[in-house]
């Protein structure tokens, strides 16, 4: 394959993962869960720049399949935050033409938070503008483990042929089977990892790693991460010419 001219557009589907939120809270002497209402509080910004910038997909790392490690009441607390900001938020999400989506195990999630996921998904499930998915207990691995059981399940029931098994197959049974692969990657915070999120569709992602802390993340700054996005030169494993 010839090798890809720096992006003329911008980046279609951006992924960003939203870190910083404790150090910021710590920093400021308060308990951590103040940095995650602050962090939250930031999304909307973010979610309505999207059409200004030329972004179509815009996923977020909410909750990892790691973050149950956290105590307790931090775990109990960033829960109760995304069940008040699916209630807080749901009208002027609709009302923006924004189509939201959630990816991750659902299954150790509440049922409260579960039923107002399934309510927002189907609310907005007309929306032609953003599309917002949302990732909560998301794990990179475990969304291919996942996705290898359904896929197993499928060849046990003769459904499918394991000798027609390609790279366009697994996809198929991934969370994200109905969105682009993520164009670029953003993680604030300083962290030079991508702690198992998009594992398998950030294959060929650009990355922008940034010190900013999520809770100072700004609109200007997401469209200079996308603006600088435009001067790459994605080659897939091309040459350069
Ligand atoms: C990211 O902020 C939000 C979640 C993981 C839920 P952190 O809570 O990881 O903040 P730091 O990395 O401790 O500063
Ligand atoms: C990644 O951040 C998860 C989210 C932003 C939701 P973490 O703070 O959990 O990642 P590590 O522990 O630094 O790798
Ligand atoms: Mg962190």
Not at 8 to 19: F, K, N, S, T
Not at 66 to 85: C, H, P
Not at 129 to 142: E, S, V, W
Not at 152 to 178: F, H, M, Q, W
Request: aromatic share 10%.
């Amino acid at each position: 394959m010839a090798a890809d001219k720096p992006n003329a557009r911008g980046p279609r589907h951006v992924a960003v993962i939203m870190d910083g939120n404790g150090r910021w809270a710590q920093a400021r002497g308060r308990p951590r869960l103040f940095g995650h209402h602050a962090g939250a509080r930031r999304v909307r910004e973010i979610v309505e720049a999207c059409p200004d910038f030329g972004v179509e997909y815009l996923t977020i790392f909410g909750f990892s399949t790691e973050n149950w490690k956290r105590t307790q009441i931090e775990v109990a607390g960033l829960m109760s935050l995304f069940r008040r900001y699916i209630q807080k938020e749901a009208r002027a999400l609709k009302a923006e033409n924004v189509r939201v989506r959630f990816i991750g195990d659902r299954v150790k999630l509440d049922a409260k938070l579960r039923g107002l996921m399934d309510e927002l998904e189907e609310m907005t499930e007309g929306c032609t503008g953003t599309n917002l998915t949302i990732a909560l207990n998301y794990g990179g691995r475990d969304e291919v483990a996942r996705a290898t059981k359904r896929l197993a399940c499928d060849v046990a029931n003769g459904k499918l042929d394991p000798e027609s098994i390609d790279e366009e197959t697994l996809p198929r049974y991934l969370d994200t089977c109905v969105l682009p692969d993520p164009d670029l990657v953003i993680r604030t915070s300083g962290e030079a990892r991508i702690s198992n999120f998009l594992l398998w569709q950030s294959a060929y992602a650009e990355y922008e790693f940034i010190d900013t802390l999520w809770p100072d993340f700004t609109r200007d700054i997401f469209g200079e991460l996308v603006g600088n996005y435009g001067g790459r030169d994605r080659r897939y494993g091309g040459a350069k010419t």
